[in-house]
């Protein structure tokens, strides 16, 4: 998908954001992302064009809806449709802010008990369980970035994500005898 001209709204965002990323400690960048996030969306405005909100059949959709031009974030919008979801996954190492725009999603944080996640079988233990409405934000800052989303309504569920650059990949962790085995997944854009 081509990002499409935006709204003001948009604009605002790109703005701030812009400001957010520019401290170099990840903790006060994911807050101040955060706060942002937070911030827009509890606007009220809807923002987001009507394209970039279609659930997709087979699996939640994933739009850019901005790439920052110095490399230094990217915001993408999801949709969660009925009953969609991720697998248990990490972030490859780059920082995430979520923030719920429409909807509720149901975030699981895991932290490794046992093993090398990125070699061999790994165990994870359940840390939390969130269940996040509209305008509601959490972070993921390396090595704390094991998590898996789902969509608990009975109707589609938008997200904002904000990485710490572009995530191109990242690997999911399938249950295998004595824990769980991590693959490698790409990572690309619906249309
Ligand atoms: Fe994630």
């Not at 699996?59 to 979801?85: E, F």
Request: proline letters at 7%; a negative charge; one cysteine or more.
């Amino acid at each position: 998908m081509t990002v499409s001209p935006q709204s003001s709204k948009v604009d605002e965002l790109i703005r701030r954001l812009d400001q957010a990323v520019e401290v170099q400690d990840d903790a006060i960048r994911c807050q101040n992302v955060k706060k942002v996030l937070i911030d827009v969306v509890n606007s009220g405005e809807s923002f987001i064009d009507p394209p970039y909100l279609k659930p997709a059949p087979d699996k939640y959709a994933r739009r850019l809806l901005h790439r920052d031009p110095k490399g230094r974030y990217t915001v993408i919008v999801m949709v969660w449709g009925v009953d969609q979801g991720t697998p248990l996954h990490d972030h490859a190492g780059i920082w995430c802010v979520e923030c719920v725009y429409r909807g509720r999603i149901r975030v699981t944080s895991f932290s490794v008990r046992g093993g090398d996640p990125e070699a061999g079988i790994v165990q994870f233990a359940k840390e939390t369980v969130v269940n996040a409405g509209m305008g509601e934000a959490g972070a993921l800052i390396p090595p704390f970035e094991y998590h898996m989303i789902q969509n608990p309504d009975p109707g589609p569920s938008i997200t904002i994500h904000v990485y710490g650059g572009e995530m191109t990949h990242c690997h999911i962790f399938e249950p295998v005898e004595g824990g769980y085995l991590r693959r490698y997944r790409e990572l690309s854009y619906t249309s």
